[in-house]
């Protein structure tokens, strides 16, 4: 952040002070704090959002809670968590050229900006922010970012998903599942096994899966056969247990950074006639995000929310998302 330079575009009413979720130690959800702070300003390569909504993602908890395994890649405490906002522009920095004043828009606020996002204003790098269609309402935006990017990003990048494949995807009704669902489907694979518990068979099948799998009662490893590309959304199966599952030029992708999968990538890289592992690791990217609002706009992709509260109930929030049983994602109603 910087001093608001003369050139910077500012809307008149931005406040002083503003509402936001921080932490100054680490622990268990009690150490979530309602406080009043300074509204950040924008350097001149950001834009500050006026915060309407903003979301929660497992690596919040892991982070409150000081398990995050990058922690050295955390702004220091305290610190206001979040990185999932959906808002309204209300000031730009001085070489800021894609937005301006007003403009609607969705944006992953990378960790090395500070985080930020449960709060009423947040201070946004402009590589980091897209513009959201007109139809699409903030808490639906404020779902998508960093769950949306790390689907987007393994099919695409990892699994090199294409049209008329087959996927896997486990944890078919997550927060990450459950946009690999839908985007599977928009990038037009033809055969899409969800794996889920019983009682969200009906969701996995709305969202886009073509079969589903309750892993309550068997492992889709002893039954699915044929399947180009896995998807482990939860991440805790790896390339030796889906061998069955996948064509012989099939791919494993996980979210779930670990020596065991790091080792699984460098190796299937090296020897790359055969099966490969891959490692998703998600990138905060505006064309990505852009991707993601046009689908949301052509009606191929949304967000399924599960509880949405306002700043005060965080903890909430944040204790459904750490049972792991959240359907889609929990949304926070910042306004
Ligand atoms: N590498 C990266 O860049 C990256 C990015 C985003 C997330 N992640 C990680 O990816 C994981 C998933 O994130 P998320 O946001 O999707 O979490 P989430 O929304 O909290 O996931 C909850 C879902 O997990 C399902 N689930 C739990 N145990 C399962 C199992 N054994 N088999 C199948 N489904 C199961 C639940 O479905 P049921 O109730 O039906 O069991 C529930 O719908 C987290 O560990 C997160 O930290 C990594």
Redesign the pocket.
């Known amino acids: 952040m910087s001093r608001r330079s003369d050139s910077e575009t500012s809307a008149p009413a931005i406040p002083a002070a503003m509402q936001a979720v921080q932490i100054d130690r680490f622990g268990p959800s009690d150490v979530l704090q309602k406080v009043e702070l300074p509204v950040p300003r924008p350097g001149p390569r950001h834009v500050l959002v006026s915060v309407h909504a903003a979301s929660i ?3 919040d908890w ?1 982070i409150r809670a000081g398990t995050y395994i990058f922690k050295a890649m955390l702004p220091k405490l305290p610190v206001v968590l979040g990185s999932d906002l959906a808002g309204t522009v209300v000031a730009v920095g001085s070489a800021v050229k894609r937005f301006q004043v007003g403009d609607r828009v969705f944006a992953m606020v990378p960790s090395s900006d500070g985080l930020g996002a449960y709060a009423e204003f947040a201070a946004v790098r402009e590589s980091a922010v897209a513009h959201l269609p007109d139809d699409l309402d903030f808490e639906q935006a404020a779902g998508m970012p ?2 949306g990017l ?1 689907a987007l990003q393994a099919l695409r990048d990892e699994g090199r998903l294409q049209p008329g494949q087959s996927v896997v995807v ?2 078919a ?5 459950h946009f690999g669902v839908q985007i599977a489907r928009a990038m037009g694979a033809e055969r899409i096994v969800g ?3 019983g ?2 068979h009906a969701l996995a099948l709305e969202l886009g899966c073509h079969e589903v799998v309750d ?1 309550k009662k068997q492992s889709y490893t002893k039954t699915v056969r044929d399947i180009d590309l896995v998807f482990d ?4 199966g790896s390339l030796a247990r889906n061998r069955s599952v996948l064509r012989p030029r099939g791919t494993y992708v996980t ?3 670990s020596p065991s999968a790091a080792w699984a990538s460098l190796r299937t890289r090296l020897w790359p006639l055969g099966r490969r592992s891959r ?4 990138r905060s990217n505006h064309r990505d995000l852009d991707q993601l609002a046009q689908w949301a706009e052509a009606g191929k992709l949304r967000t399924v929310v599960d509880r949405s509260e306002p700043l005060d109930r965080v903890k909430i929030l944040h204790d459904h ?1 750490r049972s ?4 889609g994602k929990n949304i926070i109603a910042v306004r």
Request: glycine residues 14%; hydrophobic residues 45%; positive net charge.
């Open positions: 993602n497992p690596r892991m960093l769950a790390t486990v944890g009704v997550g927060g990450v599942g794996v889920c518990s009682a969200n892993y959304a939860i991440g805790r979210t779930i950074p490692m998703v690791l998600v998302s792991f049983r959240t359907r």
